[in-house]
Nanobody, 126 residues
Framework: QVELVESGGGLVPPGGSLRLSCKAS????????MGWFRQTPGNEREFVAA????????YYANSVKGRFTMSRDNAKNTVYLQMNSLQAEDTAVYYC???????????????????WGQGTQVTVSL
């Protein structure tokens, strides 16, 4: 069983930056593939970024490529999402997800993840 707790959301003006964190409980954190997804009211959860277990390989949605950077610190059981050049369209609830058995082609698929955090709100507005 893995518990995920996100933090770092908030209100930021367009062009600003935020860093989200997701801390995981449990052991063998390095083995887990981790993902960031976001969701707005009335819409499905959308893939943002992922990082494979036992790896530092990262994958991004086209909409955030070049602006967002995902990283992991296995010693702290934590993944991060550094978000730069934020736009109004980035406003959403951001969720952290984990799964131990994903293949690369499944990293962007929300239903493939077994564990989810409670979400953190990111609002980009003046």
């Amino acid at each position: 069983q893995v518990e995920l707790v996100e933090s770092g959301g908030g209100l930021v003006p367009p062009g600003g930056s935020l860093r989200l964190s997701c801390k995981a409980s449990g052991s063998s954190f390095a083995a887990y593939s981790m993902g960031w997804f976001r969701q707005t009211p009335g819409n499905e959860r959308e893939f943002v970024a992922a990082i494979k277990g036992w790896s530092s390989s990262t994958y991004y949605a086209n909409s955030v490529k070049g602006r967002f950077t995902m990283s992991r610190d296995n010693a702290k059981n934590t993944v991060y999402l550094q978000m730069n050049s934020l736009q109004a369209e980035d406003t959403a609830v951001y969720y952290c997800a984990a799964d131990r058995h994903l293949i690369t082609s499944s990293l962007g698929l929300a239903p493939q993840y077994d564990y989810w955090g409670q979400g953190t709100q990111v609002t980009v507005s003046l």
